[in-house]
């Protein structure tokens, strides 16, 4: 049966020999790029056009058509190509043609095996603007190949798609394919006629769900890209952002100098078996930055097969819908139970369409529980969660790692599947431990006193966790508590002594700390500003500085409140971080004045909540936090680890 596609949905490749056909309403540019497993195309030798229509395992059209054959052999690409996209560009170059894709019928592109069986299949919707267009991505994810529906738009036509594949020189390969697609112009195939075969195949993709609200700082989650996140990685550095901002799931990149070690591989699969998942086989120069590339991966696949079992559940919905509606418009079907029948035959096609969306998402969900099961007894600390036995031979590292995890997300179609939340480092947005009233799954979560505890011993955890997975001397943290509220969730702190002084109370202990950090602040971004970084005041702090407030807006005046906004602004850049733990409520009588400083932050909740928007595929992701289980001692061992390391360092 065929797979009839919706932007973001993937499907697995039942054999390596395709064909890709493409059937436009005007002469496109038909082209193809090879990707490495982040999607780079490293060259102008990677990319099958016009003017070079031939690559290994790949051959495109030599001139613009209305209609288009591909061919793909995916055993015959190097095995450095992880990602086979496949292009689609206006070619009309008079005023006369179209500029974009919005003035023409949507293009249409399916995946068939060599005898034309049709496996997958895709119409690009929504294009407005764009003149040219990622139809599709070929592309490996651990041993086999899948077909994913990508339908990415660029108004900045051909060039602006390659630089966005990280193509070297993008502009001039551009110019170099309309070159040679310029004089076979006049050749081109002329327009088919629609495209109706087995009905009209255009649908339209649901609006993406609004997550609820997430007040000042949820992730919006990459795919994407969430992708994109990606609630996943809400700082920007490659995952999900704000909702109506951009959003980038491509894998973030380091540059070394040494080569990679080789990622693990998987023994060979049982035939008809999927490949054994191996932690640490993602792309990667080190171990730490091929789980943390894993573990996106997995955010992405989980974000991709929910998205289309939701679709085509909704799908299944709207055609019995549809079905029934037109059997009883029909006067004739309402005589001799002629109308029962086609409402029982419209409902028996919906439950075998659910059935089929359901079978998918079990099988894409037990590949993923497999890779869940051995990916994250392999996670090094900063990725693991507190019960991991690793914590139990912790060391203090000699280096930064690239992300540390905050909490766990989850969606309601998988709910045993928990992928890591992981938060690059250094912090770029600051943190908002909520302790007003929440959508609490367990309907806890009441009294306001307990709010607030759980939200500092949330906070006193994310804090450990941050100092546990820096260097000695190099992460610094701050706590002001006015009321001295939360003496007894912040005794693991000042038991050990890893702060860097005892927690400020009162207005005059707020404005002291306020006015050092800011201060560091101003100094920090002159010596940057003026290319003087050497000649900060000697026995400046350099190391990251956090920055908990409990109980915000408690103690803090008009000149407080602004000094705290500077820090949420200005600090990140320079290595000063907020981790507010407040209920917003409290603090409606500021009005609009706080509502920047809401927005700043990154929110996260003491307790499992569906509050993580997902704008790419309208998820809203449940987020636990990452607590430290009742009754152990691993906190205490760990931050006295820390402190032990400090003391060295400092003497």
């Given at each position: 049966m065929t797979?009839?596609l919706?932007?973001g949905?993937?499907h697995?490749?039942?054999?390596?020999?395709l064909?890709?056909?493409?059937?436009?309403?005007?002469?496109?540019?038909?082209a193809?790029?090879?990707?490495?497993?982040n999607?780079?195309?490293h060259g102008?030798?990677?990319?099958?056009?016009p003017?070079?229509?031939a690559?290994?395992?790949?051959?495109?059209?030599r001139?613009?058509?209305?209609?288009?054959r591909?061919?793909v052999?995916l055993?015959a690409?190097?095995?450095?190509?992880h990602r086979?996209s496949v292009l689609?560009?206006l070619?009309?170059?008079?005023?006369?043609?179209?500029f974009?894709?919005?003035?023409?019928a949507?293009?249409?592109?399916?995946?068939?095996?060599?005898?034309?069986?049709?496996?997958?299949?895709y119409?690009i919707?929504?294009?407005?603007?764009?003149s040219?267009?990622v139809?599709?991505?070929?592309y490996?994810?651990q041993?086999?190949?899948k077909?994913?529906?990508?339908?990415?738009?660029?108004?900045?036509?051909?060039?602006?798609l390659?630089a966005d594949?990280?193509l070297p020189?993008a502009?001039?390969?551009a110019?170099?394919v309309?070159e040679?697609?310029?004089g076979?112009?006049?050749?081109?195939?002329?327009?088919p006629?629609p495209?109706t075969?087995?009905?009209?195949?255009?649908?339209?993709?649901a609006?993406?769900?609004?997550?609820p609200?997430?007040g000042?700082?949820?992730?919006?989650?990459t795919?994407?890209?969430?992708p994109?996140?990606?609630?996943?990685d809400?700082?920007?550095?490659g995952?999900?952002?704000?909702?109506g901002?951009?959003?980038?799931?491509?894998?973030?990149?380091?540059?070394?100098a040494?080569?990679?070690a080789p990622a693990?591989?998987?023994?060979?699969?049982?035939?008809?078996?999927?490949?054994?998942p191996?932690?640490?086989?993602a792309t990667?120069?080190?171990?730490?930055?091929r789980?943390?590339?894993?573990v996106?991966g997995?955010?992405?696949?989980?974000?991709r097969?929910?998205?289309?079992?939701?679709s085509?559940v909704?799908?299944?919905?709207?055609?019995m819908?549809?079905e029934?509606?037109?059997?009883?418009?029909?006067?004739?079907?309402r005589?001799?139970?002629?109308?029962?029948?086609?409402?029982?035959a419209?409902?028996?096609r919906?439950?075998?369409?659910?059935a089929?969306?359901?079978?998918?998402?079990?099988?894409?969900?037990?590949q993923l529980?497999?890779e869940a099961?051995?990916v994250?007894?392999?996670?090094?600390?900063a990725?693991?969660?507190?019960?991991?036995?690793?914590?139990?031979a912790?060391?203090?590292?000699m280096e930064i790692?690239?992300?540390?995890r905050l909490?766990?997300l989850?969606?309601?179609?998988a709910?045993?599947?928990r992928i890591p939340m992981?938060v690059r480092?250094?912090?770029?947005?600051?943190?908002?431990?909520?302790?007003g009233?929440?959508?609490?799954?367990?309907?806890s979560?009441?009294?306001?006193?307990e709010?607030g505890?759980?939200a500092?011993?949330?906070?006193?955890?994310?804090?450990?966790?941050l100092?546990?997975?820096?260097?000695?001397?190099?992460?610094?943290?701050h706590?002001?508590d006015?009321?001295g509220?939360g003496t007894?969730?912040?005794a693991?702190l000042?038991?050990?002594?890893?702060?860097?002084?005892?927690?400020a109370l009162?207005?005059?202990g707020t404005?002291?700390?306020?006015?050092?950090?800011t201060?560091?602040?101003?100094?920090?971004?002159m010596?940057?500003?003026?290319g003087?970084?050497d000649a900060?005041?000697?026995?400046?702090?350099?190391?990251?500085?956090?920055?908990?407030?409990?109980?915000?807006?408690?103690?803090?005046?008009?000149?407080a409140?602004?000094?705290?906004?500077?820090?949420?602004?200005?600090?990140?850049?320079?290595?000063?971080h907020?981790?507010l733990v407040?209920d917003?409520?409290?603090?409606?009588g500021?009005?609009?004045?706080l509502?920047p400083?809401?927005?700043s932050l990154?929110?996260?909740t003491?307790?499992a909540d569906?509050?993580l928007a997902d704008p790419?595929?309208?998820?809203?992701?449940t987020?636990?936090?990452?607590?430290v289980?009742?009754?152990?001692?691993?906190l205490?061992q760990?931050?006295?680890t820390?402190?032990a390391?400090r003391?060295s360092w400092n003497?």
């Amino acid at each position: 049966m065929t797979a009839e596609l919706v932007r973001g949905q993937n499907h697995p490749l039942p054999q390596v020999r395709l064909e890709i056909r493409v059937s436009a309403g005007t002469p496109v540019v038909a082209a193809a790029t090879l990707g490495d497993e982040n999607g780079t195309v490293h060259g102008a030798e990677w990319v099958a056009h016009p003017g070079t229509p031939a690559l290994p395992g790949l051959e495109v059209s030599r001139q613009a058509a209305a209609d288009h054959r591909l061919a793909v052999d995916l055993d015959a690409v190097p095995d450095a190509v992880h990602r086979v996209s496949v292009l689609l560009a206006l070619a009309s170059a008079d005023a006369a043609g179209p500029f974009r894709f919005g003035a023409v019928a949507a293009p249409f592109v399916a995946v068939t095996g060599l005898d034309g069986t049709e496996v997958a299949s895709y119409t690009i919707t929504g294009l407005e603007a764009e003149s040219a267009v990622v139809a599709l991505e070929l592309y490996r994810r651990q041993g086999a190949w899948k077909v994913r529906a990508v339908g990415q738009g660029y108004a900045g036509g051909l060039a602006e798609l390659l630089a966005d594949q990280g193509l070297p020189q993008a502009h001039r390969l551009a110019g170099t394919v309309q070159e040679a697609v310029a004089g076979g112009l006049a050749r081109s195939v002329s327009a088919p006629s629609p495209h109706t075969a087995d009905g009209d195949r255009t649908r339209q993709t649901a609006a993406p769900a609004l997550g609820p609200d997430h007040g000042a700082g949820a992730p919006q989650v990459t795919p994407g890209p969430v992708p994109a996140a990606s609630p996943y990685d809400p700082q920007g550095a490659g995952g999900p952002q704000m909702p109506g901002g951009p959003i980038d799931y491509s894998h973030p990149r380091r540059q070394h100098a040494a080569p990679p070690a080789p990622a693990p591989t998987a023994p060979p699969a049982a035939p008809g078996q999927p490949a054994q998942p191996v932690a640490g086989d993602a792309t990667g120069w080190s171990m730490d930055e091929r789980l943390y590339n894993q573990v996106w991966g997995m955010f992405e696949d989980l974000a991709r097969t929910a998205a289309a079992y939701r679709s085509a559940v909704d799908f299944a919905e709207s055609r019995m819908e549809k079905e029934i509606d037109q059997a009883l418009s029909d006067p004739r079907s309402r005589i001799g139970g002629q109308g029962d029948a086609a409402r029982e035959a419209a409902r028996a096609r919906h439950a075998q369409l659910v059935a089929q969306a359901r079978e998918a998402l079990d099988r894409d969900l037990a590949q993923l529980a497999a890779e869940a099961a051995v990916v994250e007894p392999a996670l090094p600390a900063a990725y693991a969660r507190w019960d991991n036995p690793v914590w139990h031979a912790y060391r203090v590292p000699m280096e930064i790692p690239m992300a540390v995890r905050l909490g766990d997300l989850r969606l309601p179609e998988a709910d045993r599947i928990r992928i890591p939340m992981l938060v690059r480092l250094p912090l770029e947005r600051g943190l908002w431990i909520d302790s007003g009233r929440s959508g609490s799954l367990d309907g806890s979560f009441a009294d306001s006193h307990e709010r607030g505890r759980l939200a500092l011993e949330t906070a006193v955890a994310h804090a450990a966790r941050l100092l546990a997975v820096y260097p000695a001397g190099e992460f610094t943290v701050h706590v002001i508590d006015p009321a001295g509220a939360g003496t007894p969730a912040l005794a693991p702190l000042v038991r050990t002594g890893v702060l860097a002084a005892p927690p400020a109370l009162g207005a005059a202990g707020t404005a002291d700390v306020l006015a050092r950090l800011t201060q560091r602040v101003d100094l920090v971004q002159m010596a940057l500003r003026g290319g003087a970084a050497d000649a900060l005041p000697p026995g400046l702090d350099t190391s990251q500085q956090l920055l908990i407030v409990n109980d915000f807006p408690h103690g803090f005046d008009d000149r407080a409140v602004n000094q705290l906004r500077y820090l949420a602004d200005e600090g990140p850049a320079v290595g000063v971080h907020l981790m507010l733990v407040a209920d917003r409520e409290e603090s409606a009588g500021y009005g609009p004045l706080l509502d920047p400083l809401w927005r700043s932050l990154l929110r996260l909740t003491p307790v499992a909540d569906d509050h993580l928007a997902d704008p790419w595929v309208g998820h809203a992701w449940t987020y636990e936090p990452s607590l430290v289980p009742p009754g152990s001692q691993v906190l205490h061992q760990v931050l006295t680890t820390v402190a032990a390391a400090r003391h060295s360092w400092n003497r």
